[in-house]
């Protein structure tokens, strides 16, 4: 938590902390220990968005089913689930988009994007194709006819 933490105020400081989280993951996987994600705080429900947005439940409801604004508002992360989690990246950046909101963090996803990279590296060296996520994960970084191996990757 502390280090997300940390993570955070860099990124609200405008300080760039990918060298920084790349720095500590290397020193925690040097100790043995597996960092396996990052705490970015990025699931929301729809209220606890209505809360970060300043408006109501109910509003940030009918959004979500169309029966209010400008359509297109975020998927949730877990479809088909009692209770439904939604990124707040991306409700922050609807909102910027078709509601004029200015409030809160408008940086780029930078702990988002870490923490899922912190994931695929924990995953990949389970799968049996990892060559297949990552041509999707990162199609222009991939040399033709040279995939990683699974032993190249972190194996937690």
Do not use: H
Request: charged share 25%; with cysteine; net charge negative.
């Amino acid at each position: 938590m502390l280090f997300s933490n940390l993570c955070r105020e860099a990124v609200q400081l405008g300080v760039n902390p990918y060298g920084d989280i790349l720095e500590a993951v290397r020193f925690y996987e040097a100790i043995g220990w597996c960092p396996v994600r990052l705490d970015v705080d990025d699931w929301v429900t729809l209220a606890e968005a209505g809360l970060r947005a300043g408006r109501s439940r109910e509003i940030v409801r009918l959004w979500s089913i169309d029966e209010q604004g400008a359509g297109n508002f975020p998927p949730p992360l877990n479809p088909e689930r009692d209770t439904s989690f939604y990124s707040w990246y991306e409700i922050s950046q609807w909102l910027r988009r078709n509601d004029r909101w200015e409030a809160g963090d408008s940086q780029e996803p930078i702990l988002v994007a870490l923490n899922l990279a912190i994931q695929l590296r924990r995953l990949l060296p389970r799968l049996s194709r990892p060559e297949a996520v990552l041509a999707l994960a990162a199609p222009t970084l991939s040399a033709p006819g040279r995939w990683p191996t699974a032993s190249e990757f972190v194996n937690c």
